[in-house]
């Protein structure tokens, strides 16, 4: 789910973890780790005596700084730390919930939530299975039938409004806004982290002040056009294919905790601008294609100019986090990942460019330090 990282927890965890399986009537369950990922959850599949599996989830809620209150201002999200500057939800159990609760209602393939203790941070959801795009693809899976399902769930929750307040299965979460603040949180990741991982970068304070501004423009164009639900880490990993079920639900959908409320492009750069698999320029165009088509009302040109705009901000957001997994973290697999990142860059920086943001980089990244 994007699978968790099976972390070793103290003794009182697993203690809790066990009670809470047994209230759910899954003791005797056979617990098998899932894989991990750079998330602080844990998965497990739950195999039973009878019935299909299921998978429980695990998210230790003292693990995270908060999540953002509703109505807090800049100067309190910075005090709170970095979930609450990026509106991130802080693996909150309640967050999942509620979000899973919301896609279902539109038609799509959230996994269903057995029995939940958010507070304790614990759920057993439906298992979907491992039949991951990516997993599929790699086996030599037509991408084709794949990437225009996908399209067609950001259709689907993009085709109303979505309520201020997600609700359902006993939880309620506020979706608030990708907002400035949050949009230049994750933009000033790269200037921030690029150059703990290569020595060979100094940003100076006048190059950060540029990279501020010349980024500006492009925080305002996302954030005055957060309008739609928001998977926010919408791509192959996290997509799973259902080819049993009907229409967009023919895509599992997982790590949707954090959603907001952000711009159509958010969700359409994560799936064609994927950090952990080759994107070709003919597969976006198909999928952009086939979206603008179903919405005629979208003014193209615009579209496509914030695209490729927000397309940028959003792979230096996933460069710079890259960058902390590997300098501060100990996890030099993301390394690997960052060339791939840099040529995505390129064809969001190709004509029309962002303004600036091309010639900041040109001046400050050279070519040899994007590997």
Known sequence: MGRGKDARLPSDREAARRAFL???GLGGARREPLAGD???RAYERLYRASGPSLIFMDQPPSVETRPCPPLATDA?????GYNALGRLAAGRVDAFVACAAHLRRLGLSAPEVLAADPAAGFAVLEDLGDDLYANLIAGGADEAPLYDNAADVLLRLHA?????????DGSSWPLLAYDALALRTMADLLVEWLPRLDARLVFSAAAVDDWRAVTEPIIARGAAGASVFCHRDFHAENLIWLPARAGAARTGLLDFQDALRAHPAWDLSMLLHDARRDVSPER??????RYLAARPELDREVFLADFHALGAVNIVRILG???RLVARDGKPRYRAFLPRLWRYLDRCLADPAPPGLKAWLDVHVPTEARA
């Open 22 to 24: 047994k209230e759910a």
């Open 38 to 40: 750079a998330s602080t």
């Open 76 to 80: 309190e999200r910075a005090a709170l």
């Open 160 to 168: 109303e409004t979505p309520p201020d307040v997600l609700t359902g």
């Open 284 to 289: 976006e165009a198909a999928v952009l294609a």
């Open 321 to 323: 986090i890259f960058a």
